[in-house]
């Protein structure tokens, strides 16, 4: 089945320790997606890719930065977490932009940061 | 900046019976999408229904409906016959166009418990 693939589901970090999480997908969509959910928090849109080009919100920390070396891949950098970073990461994809396309999310990763 | 409020940060309904999830939302725009996402216990969210602003007729899938009231900036989620696959957090979304960008805008979700 086509989906949305983010690994690990889980991982801890350390205080100030890089760490990349990573998305994939089968559907071929042009648009990926990276939201960090906080818990008993909404999900908040940190930036997006449509195809290779970035889109940062404006709120989004400087200690958060994104790859995408090709359609099927997309990297969340964390540069130096704190202890505020703990959260669910979702990765989410959609067809194209467009208020009509829905998107498509992964089943998240849970980040620890001790 | 468009908001979306769920009130209800807990609910629950007995199997088989009905129960009704309240949104709220702000906004000045007049073109927009509303949605309903579930999200299962260590699952991905996946879309329950959608609902386009311009159309007056209420989004239904299946067992699930949608009373959506423009005017009030209202959207509330009807789930009939509650099975115990229905227990998840229900997330309300607003998706509009902000400073020439589009983004989803998610209520802080609503933890749906279903008793057999």
């Known amino acids: 089945d086509a989906m949305v693939i983010q690994n690990p589901r889980y991982q801890v970090t350390q205080f100030g320790k890089p760490v990349t999480l990573s998305c994939s997908q089968t559907l071929n969509h042009n648009v990926m997606y990276w939201y960090q959910q906080k818990s008993s928090q909404a999900p908040k849109l940190l930036f997006h890719y449509y195809d290779k080009d970035f889109n940062n919100e404006a709120d989004t920390p400087d200690n958060f930065q994104s790859r995408r070396p090709n359609t099927s891949f997309c990297f969340l950098d964390i540069r130096s977490p704190g202890l505020g970073d703990a959260a669910m990461y979702l990765c989410?994809?959609?067809?194209?932009?467009?208020?009509?396309?829905?998107?498509?999310f992964g089943p998240g990763t849970r980040l620890t940061v001790l | 900046a468009q908001t979306v409020t769920q009130s209800q940060p807990e609910m629950s309904v007995q199997e088989a019976e009905t129960v009704t999830l309240s949104c709220t939302y702000d906004t000045s725009e007049s073109d927009y999408y509303l949605f309903w996402y579930k999200q299962p216990p260590s699952r991905q969210m996946i879309l329950v229904i959608r609902q386009e602003a311009y159309k007056q007729q209420n989004a239904t899938e299946n067992r699930f409906s949608v009373n959506f009231q423009k005017a009030a900036k209202s959207f509330s989620l009807k789930i009939s016959d509650s099975q115990l696959g229905d227990a998840a957090m229900y997330f309300c979304a607003y998706k509009g166009v902000q400073g020439g960008s589009e983004k989803l805008v998610f209520g802080k979700g609503t933890k749906l418990t279903v008793n057999p």
């Open positions: 989410a994809t959609s067809r194209a932009l467009g208020l009509l396309y829905e998107q498509f």
